[in-house]
Every structure is written in C-alpha cells, then in structure tokens.
C-alpha cells in the first residue's frame, strides 16, 4: 500500500511511537489519531492530524474515528504497564480495544490494519527471537492479551478479507507478512499479504 492520499487513523496517536507514526504521514496523508491520553500527550500530536479523544473501549470513540473513507488503520493502542495492579483488567482492556478496532473496521469497510504486538508472546525465548519461534508461551497477562489480539486479528484476516500486517519489538525483522509468519499457528497475517514490508523506517514501504 502507498501511504499516500490515504485516510490513516491511528490509534494510541499520542504516545511515542504513534505520535512519531503521525509526524511522518501527516503530511501526505488525511491522518486521524485516537487516544485517550492516559501515557501519550496531546501536545505530541502533530499540526494537520484531526484529534478523536476518547477510550476505545467506547465503541462511539470507535465509531468517531474511523468511518467509510478509512483506508488503514494503525493500532498502537494499549495498555503496557508492566505493574498493572489488576493484570486480569488489564488483559481484558487490551482485547476490548483491538476487538472494538476490529469490529469497526468491518463496519466499514477498512481491510487494512498495522498492529502493534510485542516480543512478550514469545516467553523466555532466545534473544535475537526469530520470527518462526515456538512454541508462543507468553508468561505475562500483557504478553497473553498480545497474543490472543493476534489471534482475534487472525480471524478477522481469512474470514472477513483484512490485511494484518503485525509488528513484534524486539524481534529482528518487526514488520512481517504471510510469507514469513506462516509457519507460526497464531500469526494475524491474510494470506493475501505475501510481501516482506522494509524495516528501514517507522512506517511499512513497499520493496
């Protein structure tokens, strides 16, 4: 996809890796960012991006920022304390969210989505992880909430013909597709997606 002329909403817009996102495809693109700005800052958002403020687990603070002339969604969303005083909450908020995205996303008609998972699905794997590691034995709620949104993304790729293209930090190639994940059994890839995106930038480019 060419991230250019396109209607890109981005969830969790005001941390520090959407509010970057949003600094680099403002300026070619009608970019939407959503947060409720718990650990982002409003003041990272920037000049020219349209402001949803609100928790997605409000499925109006959804339906507000994506609408029929949403072409991708980057969901960077989350919940990432590590000393959640409630983990339990925690996993069920982090799968709210993405299935909120999810559900909205087939509403309208956005077959498009860039999630934000995390090395924390792997468990006590080896460092450098490579991507076809397994099994997946995360050992946190947070790493377990990642892994069942993957799944939930899963579903939502080869049943209802969404593009997922999932990023890991920590694992040496972030962003990958179909072609390299396909041996993992919970990977959120569409099997329509079969390009290896560049890893270069903070967005994915085609090669």
Known sequence: MELSGRRV??????G????HLADRLVADNDVVVADRFGAGRREWVPDGATVVEGDLQDPAVVAEAMDTETDVVFHVAADKRIDADDPDEQFRRNIALTA???????????RNVAFTSSSTVYGEAPRPTPEDYAPLEPISMYGAAKLAEESLLSV??????VTVWTSSAGTPRPWRSSATAARRSHTCTSTSASRRWSTSSSTPTPP
Do not use: P
């Open 16 to 19: 520090f890796v959407g509010s």
């Open 100 to 110: 909120n995205v999810a559900e909205r996303m087939d509403a309208v008609g956005c």
């Open 9 to 14: 909403c981005i969830t969790g817009g005001g």
């Open 156 to 161: 939502y790729a080869h049943s209802h013909d």
